[in-house]
């Protein structure tokens, strides 16, 4: 019997380049002044404190602090991600590897990208950084949804339902990632998984990245780790 193609699922962010660097924090100035107006609007507390603290607790609850912003703020998910991702010039933030197209070649399958982003920013950045035509597919946020609601990662219900739509068995597939809740999630339904902790990790996530089948610090070593994957 011939043995199903391997399907690498990537992340973007901190996985394929350093977002740690510019990217977040500009995204997260952005997300501040955004939910700062929507609350304040709604005469909720807008001080700085508090939205910082439910960005960062909606992004730790929901895998995205957008679904959180959607649940109990009744925000326009397409306003939230325009606006959170509003960029002067989005090249000046974005660190380019050299040699990365070269290690994406190098892997044997199919490689999609899986990520929390949206498709405007990611498509922007995998085209600055010359990857774009490694990817046979693209998925965004945008693109994860369960029963019409928004379902990004770490959401086994979208994981499963991905799965079946392509007919792909969990087995063949490996999800390349960042973030510890992800890994979990995807390793729960047997794909196996990669932890990358070379950009901007935190502490907690490093000490529990043995979750992973193995844990990298950076792709640019996953061409000589393909046997631990069992891949030939």
Avoid at 112 to 128: D, E, G, K
Avoid at 179 to 197: D, Y
């Amino acid at each position: 019997m011939q043995a199903k193609q391997t399907i690498w699922l990537f992340d973007l962010d901190n996985t394929l380049h350093n977002a740690s660097a510019a990217v977040f924090p500009s995204i997260a100035n952005n997300m501040t002044r955004y939910m700062t107006q929507v609350l304040a609007e709604a005469n909720h507390p807008s001080d700085p404190e508090t939205v910082n603290q439910l960005r960062i607790s909606y992004l730790k609850r929901y895998g995205a602090t957008l679904k959180g912003m959607v649940i109990h703020h009744g925000v326009n998910e397409k306003d939230f991600l325009r606006e959170a991702h509003k960029f002067d010039h989005l090249p000046d933030l974005l660190r380019r590897e050299r040699g990365l197209s070269k290690i994406l070649a190098l892997l044997p399958g199919k490689k999609i990208l899986f990520t929390n982003a949206p498709q405007s920013y990611s498509q922007q950045a995998i085209r600055h950084f010359q990857i774009h035509r490694h990817f046979a597919a693209h998925i965004s946020i945008e693109n994860m949804r369960v029963h019409g609601k928004s379902h990004p990662k770490p959401s086994k219900p979208y994981l499963r339902r991905l799965l079946a739509q392509h007919g792909w068995h969990p087995s063949q597939c490996i999800l390349v990632e960042d973030s510890v809740a992800n890994i979990i999630a995807a390793k729960q339904l047997g794909i196996r998984t990669v932890m990358v902790t070379g950009h901007g990790q935190h502490v907690q996530q490093k000490s529990i990245s043995a979750s992973a089948d193995i844990t990298v610090k950076s792709v640019f070593d996953l061409p000589r780790r393909l046997r631990q994957l069992h891949i030939s």
